[in-house]
C-alpha cells in the first residue's frame, strides 16, 4: 500500500498552464478542475443526480465551519460521515472554517491558540483552531482537508500582513501535527482503501500574504516547509484590485511545487479562471455559478446575462446558443425569465443548472485545448468572444 493519499500526474502542459489527472481515494479528476461549492451539504439548488450524469462533476466542497455549526459534527458522524450523510460517492473537499469565521469581522476575536466568535446560527460563543478544525473534517470524513489559516485583508500593511502568515505558518504546523495524530486514531470516517493510495485524507497547505509579493514567497517557503499533499494560494478575490490577484498568481504560481496540485481558493469568473490556468492553476471553487444563478444572472460564452431583463421578454433562443446543457436544449430566454420574474424556484434551479454547466464545460474545453496545444488559441477565443458583446 502507498504512503500517499492521492497522486497527481501531469500529462501536457502549455507554457505554464497544465493538464493532468489528480487520484483520489474516491476517484480520478482531470484537471484543471472547477470544484462547485455544497456549502451546507448541498451544492444549493441541484440534485445530485444531476452534479453526477449529466453536469460530471467529480469533486464538489463541502464548508467546514457551516456543518460544525448545523448539524454539528455528532449527527454527521452518527451518519457515518458526510459522503453517507449526503449520499454523495464522489470526491470531497472541506476547507477548514477559517475563511467563513474571518468573513465574521468585528464578531471574531484572534488569539495564538485559534478564533473565538459567535455562531450565525444561534448566537452560542464558538472557538475555532487548528486542532478542531481538524477534528471537525475527519468527522466529515473529506478526502481533501485544508489547513486552519488566517487571511489578512486584501490592504493589509506589510507588517499586519507579515504578523498574520507568520501566524498561519505556526497553525499550519499544528494542523498538520493534529491531522497526523487523528488519522493515525481512526478519526477519518471517509477512510478507503483504494488501489496505490494509503486511504487516509490528504491535507493541503495554504499560501497568504495578501498583495506583497515577498510575503507571498515568504508564506510558500514556510508552508512547502512543512510539507503537505497539495498547496493552495487564499485570501484571493478579498476586495482587491484584479490585476493585484493576477500578479500574485502569476508570481506564486509557478514557484509552488511542480508535481503537487495547486488549487486557487475562492475565484471566480469564467475568464478568472481561464487567466489563472494560464499561470499555472490546476484547482478552483467559486460560489459565483450557484449564487448568482439565484439572483437570475447567468454566465454564457458571450458574458453575462440577467434573465430579469425586459429585452427578454418574447426572446426564444435559450440562455446560450453554444450550449448543450438540458437547460439550453429545452427553455427559452422569455420563459426563464418569465420563471423569474413571478418568483418560481424553477428559476434558480434552472439557471443554477446551466451557470455550473457552463463553468464544468469551459474548463473540458480548457483541458481538451492544452492537451491539443490549441490553449493560446482557446484563451484568445474566449476572451475575445466576451468582449464582443459588450453586455
Ligand atoms: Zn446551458
Not at 509557478?254 to 503537487?260: L, V
Request: glycine share 10%; charged share 25%.
Amino acid at each position: 500500500m502507498s504512503e500517499h493519499s492521492l497522486s497527481f500526474k501531469i500529462d501536457a502542459q502549455s507554457g505554464e498552464a497544465r493538464a493532468g489527472v489528480l487520484t483520489t481515494r474516491r476517484g480520478q479528476i482531470e484537471t484543471p478542475v472547477f470544484m462547485p461549492v455544497g456549502t451546507a451539504g448541498t451544492v444549493k439548488g441541484i440534485r445530485f443526480e444531476a452534479l453526477e450524469s449529466e453536469l460530471d462533476a467529480k469533486i464538489i466542497l463541502g464548508n467546514t465551519y457551516h456543518l460544525w455549526l448545523r448539524p454539528g459534527i455528532d449527527v454527521i458522524r452518527a451518519a457515518g460521515g458526510l459522503h453517507r450523510f449526503m449520499n454523495w460517492n464522489r470526491a470531497l473537499l472541506t476547507d477548514s472554517g477559517g475563511f467563513q469565521v474571518w468573513s465574521l469581522g468585528a464578531l471574531r476575536k484572534i488569539t495564538e491558540e485559534g478564533t473565538e466568535f459567535r455562531s450565525h446560527v444561534d448566537g452560542s460563543l464558538r472557538f475555532l483552531s487548528p486542532e478542531v478544525s481538524m477534528e471537525v473534517q475527519a468527522a466529515l470524513g473529506s478526502d481533501i482537508v485544508m489547513v486552519f489559516d488566517e487571511c489578512a485583508p486584501g490592504q493589509a500593511s506589510n507588517e499586519e500582513t507579515e504578523r498574520s502568515l507568520n501566524l498561519t505558518a505556526r497553525w499550519a504546523k499544528r494542523s498538520k501535527e493534529a491531522f497526523d495524530r487523528l488519522q493515525a486514531e481512526g478519526a477519518d470516517t471517509g477512510r478507503l482503501e483504494t488501489e496505490g493510495l494509503s486511504g487516509a485524507q490528504a491535507l493541503f497547505g495554504i499560501v497568504q500574504g495578501a498583495g506583497h509579493l515577498d510575503l507571498r514567497r515568504h508564506s510558500l517557503e514556510q508552508t512547502v516547509n512543512i510539507g503537505f499533499d497539495g498547496y493552495a494560494i487564499g485570501g484571493l478575490s478579498v476586495g482587491e484590485e484584479k490585476s493585484l490577484m493576477f500578479e500574485v498568481i502569476e508570481d506564486i504560481a509557478p514557484r509552488m511545487p511542480r508535481d503537487a496540485p495547486r488549487y486557487l481558493m475562492g475565484v471566480g469568473t469564467p475568464e478568472d479562471l481561464i487567466e489563472a490556468v494560464a499561470r499555472g492553476i490546476d484547482m478552483f471553487d467559486c460560489v459565483l455559478p450557484t449564487r448568482n444563478g439565484r439572483t437570475g444572472q447567468a454566465f454564457t460564452s458571450r458574458g453575462k446575462l440577467n434573465v430579469k431583463n425586459a429585452q427578454w421578454t418574447n426572446d426564444a433562443r435559450p440562455l446560450d446558443e453554444s450550449c448543450g446543457c438540458s437547460v439550453c436544449r429545452r427553455h427559452s430566454r422569455a420563459y426563464l425569465r418569465h420563471l423569474y420574474i413571478s418568483g418560481e424556484m424553477l428559476a434558480s434551479i434552472l439557471l443554477t443548472h446551466h451557470n455550473l454547466a457552463f463553468f464544468l464545460d469551459t474548463m473540458r474545453g480548457v483541458r481538451q485545448a492544452i492537451r491539443s496545444g490549441d490553449f493560446p488559441k482557446f484563451r484568445r477565443e474566449f476572451t475575445e468572444r466576451l468582449d464582443a458583446t459588450g453586455e
